[in-house]
């Protein structure tokens, strides 16, 4: 079956520039995960959702860092006035509800110049 | 604060060889402990995913064990291949939430 797809796969934006992130998790997966992975590292928690509710947005880094899922499926994470500290891959997850074994997808590789 | 270190860093044996990765983490309240693999401009696979209440789990040629009291977890892989090239990543969840915390990985290269 279709797994967790992520668009765009690469961006490249400007400092200073808007950008958004899109996430189409696995059907029928309730819960929904955004983590950043910098160059070397591993991932780290952005925030999370179950349906269209944001129950924990306490990674994201700055308030330029913003997450909906308004329709409890589809997700975007958009960053506002992008920084050089913002180039990382973005990954979205998705699980059942009470699993912990979550699922992701490829990833959008974030480079701001 | 949990937290999760991997050792090595990067490893290169020759194809055949079996070897073993370690995971260690800070505090033993996790639900379970899960092993992936990532190749390079690609997401994440889960390769192993191990229950608190679970001391090993066994996947083909891998297995991965955990020790709770001690704070540790390693990946065995055996007969090693070149596909098996990738960074091994390991993560805890913690029992009081849903959030994944995860080592920095094992950059892994298997020379034919």
């Known amino acids: 079956g279709a797994g967790v797809s992520q668009s765009p796969r690469y961006k490249v934006a400007k400092r200073g520039q808007d950008v958004a992130l899109r996430c189409d998790p696995i059907?029928?997966?309730?819960?929904l995960f955004w983590y950043q992975q910098a160059l070397g590292q591993g991932p780290e928690f952005l925030t999370y959702?179950?349906?269209?509710?944001?129950?924990?947005k306490s990674g994201l880094p700055s308030d330029r860092f913003f997450a909906e899922r308004p329709e409890g499926s589809v997700s975007t994470l958009k960053i506002q006035r992008t920084q050089q500290e913002d180039s990382a891959v973005y990954l979205c997850a998705s699980s059942l509800a009470n699993s912990y074994e979550q699922y992701f997808g490829p990833g959008t590789r974030l480079t701001v110049t | 604060k949990q937290e999760v270190t991997q050792i090595p860093a990067a490893l290169s044996v020759p194809e055949g060889e079996n070897l073993v990765l370690n995971c260690s983490f800070t505090d033993s309240a996790i639900y379970n402990l899960q092993w992936f693999r990532q190749d390079p401009g690609k997401g994440l696979t889960s390769l192993l995913l191990i229950q608190s209440s679970q001391r090993e789990q066994t996947s083909g040629r891998l297995n991965a064990s955990l020790d709770k009291s001690s704070g540790r977890s390693t990946l065995y892989i055996a007969a090693s291949q070149p596909g098996d090239s990738a960074t091994y990543l390991c993560?805890?969840?913690?029992?009081?939430?849903?959030?994944?915390?995860w080592g920095a990985g094992t950059k892994l290269i298997i020379k034919p």
């Open positions: 959702f179950q349906n269209e509710a944001q129950l924990d």
């Open positions: 993560a805890v969840y913690h029992l009081s939430n849903y959030q994944l915390i």
């Open positions: 059907s029928g997966h309730v819960s």
